[in-house]
Structure formats: structure tokens, C-alpha cells
């Protein structure tokens, strides 16, 4: 997991479903064990609302 600042594109987050609009800072996520490496585990990372990633941690 790795916080942002921003980005210049916007992400549907997996949390809500709602977007992350550009320059919204939020957290993103990947695996760091996946099936079928580290590097496509990278590229299956998502962008998440920092309250959204919480929420889905009470959720458990």
C-alpha cells in the first residue's frame, strides 16, 4: 500500500465504486505475493479513498 498525493487520472474506487477524482490524494493497493509475479501484481494495484481502505479493514 502506498498513499498519494494526487494523480492527473481518475480511479473507480473498489471500495465505493465512486471515482477518486484527478489530485485527490488516496492510498493504492496491490498484492505483493500474486500468482503470477510482483510485477503483475503492480500492475493489478488499485486506488482506493483513504476511508473506504479503513472501512474495508472493520469489515473483516
Known amino acids: 500500500m502506498q ?3 494526487g494523480s492527473d487520472k481518475s480511479y473507480a474506487c473498489p471500495g465505493c465504486r465512486q471515482v477518486i477524482v ?3 490524494a488516496h492510498l493504492v493497493a496491490w498484492q505483493v505475493d500474486g500468482l503470477l509475479g510482483p510485477t503483475a501484481a503492480l500492475e493489478d494495484r488499485r486506488h482506493w479513498h483513504l476511508a473506504c481502505w479503513e472501512a474495508r479493514a472493520r469489515r473483516r
Open 22 to 24: 484527478p489530485g485527490l
Open 3 to 5: 498513499r498519494v498525493r
